[in-house]
């Protein structure tokens, strides 16, 4: 109960900075967008104290592991794998063309308007 508690007021305090952000539209735009940053740590202190806050940290934290173990590819590698798709992309679009133009020929002599 204490956690649907928490959720509701962190989700009240994000609509009233929201609101604030925009009623206050005469401000300094500075301003509004310090007390909006603010407002969404507190937003983000009161979640890390309910389990589905936890629980979305502990995520954050193995996903950041996660990417980590990646092995990213260096930049030759990179350059290498998108000239072939590049290839492979205009070689598949040429045939697909050069189907295309057959079958409409084929087509034309089967109904009669090619001759």
Do not use: C
Not at 33 to 46: F, G, S
């Amino acid at each position: 109960m204490a956690d649907k508690l928490k959720i509701g007021t962190a989700l009240l305090l994000v609509i009233a900075a929201l609101a604030g952000f925009y009623y206050f539209n005469d401000k300094s735009l500075f301003l509004r967008a310090v007390a909006m940053i603010v407002t969404l740590a507190v937003v983000i202190a009161i979640m890390l104290q309910t389990a589905m806050g936890r629980d979305a940290w502990a995520f954050s934290q193995d996903s950041y592991t996660e990417v980590r173990k990646v092995v990213w590819p260096t930049r030759k590698e990179a350059m290498n794998t998108t000239m072939v798709v590049v290839g492979i992309s205009v070689v598949m679009a040429i045939f697909l063309w050069m189907l295309d133009v057959f079958l409409i020929w084929g087509v034309r002599h089967l109904t009669g308007q090619g001759a």
